[in-house]
């Protein structure tokens, strides 16, 4: 099960945090991926990030954007935080899940997906 929380309504130039919890994974090795998909657009890859630690981040969020976790009690949770933030970061917020090594970054590479969650960036 893959659960995301943290969207709402932020100010430019201001900051959000997501949080992504991931529970019944058994496996040792795991990838945590944030995408968002805006009105009209396809679905875009944000950041993701695997069990070894290794990070990825789209251009568009690099150095504004970080991805970090926290695996203990059975649970991955992955955060995502975001800083200056701009109104093209309006989107819906999606957190997946993949039980393999390598790091992935492409939607169709995940198997499971939370609900979304809403980010608005607007004065």
């Known amino acids: 099960q893959v659960v995301e929380s943290g969207g709402g309504l932020v100010q430019p130039g201001g900051s959000l945090r997501l949080s992504c919890t991931a529970s019944?994974?058994?496996?040792?090795?795991?990838?945590i991926g944030w995408f968002r998909q805006a009105p009209g657009k396809e679905r875009e890859g944000v950041s993701s990030?695997?069990?070894?630690?290794?990070?990825?981040?789209a251009t568009s969020v690099k150095d504004r954007f970080t991805i970090s976790r926290d695996n203990a009690n059975a649970k991955i949770t992955v955060y995502l935080q975001m800083n200056s933030m701009k109104a093209e970061d309006t989107a819906v917020y999606y957190c997946?899940?993949?039980?393999?090594?390598?790091?992935?970054?492409?939607?169709?590479?995940?198997?499971?997906w939370g609900q979304g969650t809403q980010v608005n960036v607007s004065s």
């Open positions: 019944g994974f058994t496996y040792d090795y795991w990838n």
């Open positions: 990030i695997n069990s070894d630690g290794n990070t990825n981040y």
């Open positions: 997946a899940a993949a039980n393999v090594r390598e790091l992935k970054t492409e939607p169709w590479q995940y198997d499971y």
